[in-house]
C-alpha cells in the first residue's frame, strides 16, 4: 500500500479524504457528480474529466468558460502523457498593432477584445477523447448542457467573486446581457440559466468540437471579436491545434513532480523543490519560522528565473539548465536563514482557473486545469453561444528591450501561461494526480503541499487545509488568516512583509489531489478538496 503519511489532520477542515478505486474531485459538487456520472455508464478517467470539465466551464464562470484555455498531464496505465491546448495570438498581433491603439511599448490590455487569444478548451477535450475516451463525445457535453438549460443554483465562493467582478466588466460586450440576467449579479442561492452555452455545448457534442474551431461557433465568436474591434479571425481558429508534448521531471526525495514544460510556470514549482532539496527540512518544525522562511527564499529564487527566461519558444536557456542540480545549489546557497531577500534572475547556462482530477479502476489518473486567466476573463461574452472568452494575450509582454524578449506579443505565438496541472511518481510508477489553482499561486501551491506530504508525512486532505503563504513581489507576502500569529510575527522580524488576508479564493489557491493507494482495482486511491472553494471529491 502506498500509504506514506501520517495519522490524523492537525488543522481545522470542513472535509474529510475520500477513498474509492473511481472518482473525481473538482472545484464544484456538480462538476465532481458529472464525472462520476460518466464512470457509471461505463466510461473511463478521461470520459469523466471532459463531462467535468464542461460542467466547469458553465457552475464556476468567474474561473473558466467555453472560451477558456486548457493543459493536461494524463497517466494512460502505462506512460505519462502531456496536452497544452493553449492558444495563440491572432495574426494580427504585432508590437506595432498595440502601440497604435494603446501607446509605445503597449501590450495587451487586461480586458476586452484584444485581450483575447485563441480559445483552446475545446480542443483539449477533443484531443483527449479522440486519443483516449470510451463514450461517444456528445454524451461528455450532456451533463453540462442539462445544467445550462435548467440552471443552477449558485453557491457562495462563486458568488463572491461573481459579484466583486460585475463593475469592471459590466460594460464589456456581452457580459452584462450572459452574467448579469437580472441587471445584477445573482445571489447565493439563487437560479442562474445559460441557455445560449448549452445551445453551444450540443453543438460542440454533435460536431465533435469541430463547429468551434471552423463552424458556426467559430463565426459568431469572430464576427462578435471584430465587430467590437478585435481581430481575431476565423483562419486563427482554424489554425489552432492542441498539442501532446513531454511533461518536465524534476527528483524530489525519491518522487519526481512532472510539469507541463515552458512557457507555463509549472518549472517554479520544480526549481523551487530543486533548490529545498539542498536543506533538510523535515528537521524543522512543519509550521515554524524557518521551514516557512525557507520554502518563501526558495519561491522567490524560482521566480526570479521563471520570471526572466520562461517562453513559449525562444528562450535563452533550457529547461535542463533552469533545473540542473549544481545550479540550483548554487541558487539555495543565496538564502540567508535569517534575513528575506528580494532576489534577482541567476544565470543557468553557466550552472482565475479550475482544476480538476479523474481516476478509475484500471489505472488511468487524469490531472486537468481549464482557465480563462483573469476572473471572468477579457469580459467579452459571445451571447448567442454564451463562450465567454479569455484574456491570455495579457500574459504577453510588449516591450522588446526588456529582460525576457522571448515573451515579446506576436502573431501565432502563445503567451507566458499560469496555468499548471502536476504530477507525481516514484520510480516510474504513478503516485498522485493534482493542482492548485489561482494565478501565480499556482507553483506555490504544488511546492508548499508536495513539502507537507514528503517532508512532513501529511496527508492529501492535510496539505489542503493547512494554511499558506503567497510571494507578490520584492518582499511583499501575504498570508492566510489561520497562520500561527506566532509564525507570522517571526517572519516579520526577518524582513518579510506580510499582509494578512482572508480571502482564499485567489490568493491562496485551492487544490484537488488524488493519491493512489495501491493496486486500483484493489486498494484504490484518497481523494481530498480544498475547502477554499466550494468543491467535492466523491467515488465509488
Not at 464544484?28 to 464512470?39: K, Y
Not at 482530477?357 to 486537468?368: L, N, P, R
Request: a negative charge.
Amino acid at each position: 500500500m502506498n500509504l506514506p503519511f501520517s495519522p490524523g489532520n492537525p488543522y481545522r477542515s470542513v472535509r474529510v479524504p475520500v477513498f474509492a478505486r473511481n472518482g473525481v474531485s473538482t472545484s464544484h459538487p456538480l462538476g465532481a457528480q458529472a464525472g462520476l456520472r460518466m464512470l457509471w455508464a461505463g466510461g473511463n478517467a478521461v470520459d469523466a474529466a471532459i463531462a467535468a470539465a464542461a460542467v466547469m466551464a458553465i457552475v464556476e464562470p468567474v474561473s473558466n468558460g467555453l472560451g477558456s484555455d486548457a493543459f493536461c498531464i494524463l497517466w494512460d496505465g502505462a506512460q505519462l502523457h502531456g496536452l497544452n491546448a493553449s492558444g495563440r495570438a491572432p495574426q494580427g498581433w504585432t508590437p506595432e498593432y498595440f502601440e497604435k491603439r494603446y501607446g509605445k511599448q503597449a501590450k495587451p490590455p487586461r480586458r476586452g477584445v484584444d485581450s483575447i487569444t485563441v480559445p483552446g478548451a475545446v480542443s483539449a477535450w477533443v484531443a483527449l477523447h479522440e486519443r483516449f475516451g470510451k463514450l461517444p463525445f456528445a454524451s461528455l457535453m450532456e451533463p453540462a448542457a442539462e445544467i445550462a438549460e435548467r440552471g443552477y443554483l449558485v453557491p457562495p465562493v462563486v458568488q463572491q467573486k461573481w459579484a466583486a467582478g460585475a463593475p469592471e466588466l459590466q460594460a464589456q460586450p456581452g457580459f452584462s446581457q450572459s452574467f448579469l440576467p437580472s441587471g445584477r449579479p445573482p445571489v447565493v442561492g439563487e437560479l442562474f440559466r445559460f441557455p445560449a452555452a448549452a445551445r453551444a455545448l450540443r453543438v460542440i457534442g454533435a460536431s465533435q468540437g469541430k463547429a468551434f474551431y471552423e463552424g458556426e461557433i467559430a463565426s459568431a465568436i469572430t464576427s462578435f471579436v471584430q465587430q467590437h474591434g478585435g481581430c481575431l479571425s476565423m483562419a486563427d481558429m482554424a489554425q489552432h491545434k492542441a498539442e501532446w508534448v513531454t511533461p518536465v521531471a524534476k527528483d524530489y526525495r525519491g518522487y519526481t513532480l512532472h510539469e507541463i514544460p515552458p512557457g507555463g510556470q509549472g518549472i517554479a514549482a520544480q526549481i523551487a523543490l530543486g533548490i529545498l532539496s539542498n536543506f533538510d527540512l523535515a528537521s524543522l518544525p512543519l509550521d515554524g519560522v524557518a521551514s516557512q522562511h525557507l520554502q518563501i527564499e526558495a519561491m522567490k529564487l524560482a521566480f526570479a528565473d521563471v520570471d526572466r527566461y520562461v517562453a513559449d519558444a525562444g528562450m535563452e536557456v533550457t529547461t535542463a539548465q533552469m533545473l540542473d542540480d549544481a545550479y540550483l545549489a548554487s541558487r539555495a546557497k543565496l538564502i540567508d536563514p535569517l534575513r528575506a531577500q528580494d532576489f534577482k534572475a541567476g544565470n543557468p547556462v553557466q550552472g482565475g482557473t479550475i482544476y480538476l482530477t479523474a481516476v478509475d479502476e484500471s489505472g488511468m489518473m487524469v490531472s486537468f486545469i481549464q482557465s480563462n486567466f483573469a476572473g471572468f476573463g477579457s469580459g467579452v461574452v459571445e451571447p448567442s453561444f454564451g463562450i465567454s472568452l479569455q484574456n491570455r494575450g495579457y500574459g504577453f509582454s510588449a516591450d522588446p528591450d526588456g529582460p525576457n524578449r522571448a515573451n515579446l506579443v506576436g502573431p501565432g505565438k502563445r503567451p507566458f501561461h499560469t496555468i499548471i496541472p502536476a504530477f507525481l511518481t516514484k520510480d516510474g510508477q504513478p503516485v498522485m494526480s493534482f493542482g492548485v489553482m489561482g494565478g501565480n499561486m499556482q507553483p506555490q501551491g504544488h511546492m508548499q503541499t508536495l513539502v507537507r506530504m514528503i517532508d512532513y508525512r501529511q496527508s492529501p486532505q492535510a496539505a489542503c487545509d493547512a494554511p499558506r503563504w503567497r510571494y507578490n513581489t520584492g518582499l511583499a507576502l501575504n498570508v492566510e488568516a489561520g497562520m500561527d500569529p506566532a509564525t507570522v510575527a517571526g517572519l516579520q522580524a526577518l524582513g518579510h512583509r506580510l499582509e494578512v488576508i482572508d480571502d482564499p479564493y485567489q490568493d491562496f489557491g485551492a487544490g484537488q489531489f488524488i493519491w493512489r493507494m495501491g493496486d486500483p482495482a484493489v486498494e484504490g486511491y484518497q481523494f481530498a478538496s480544498d475547502p477554499r472553494r466550494d468543491g467535492l471529491a466523491a467515488g465509488f
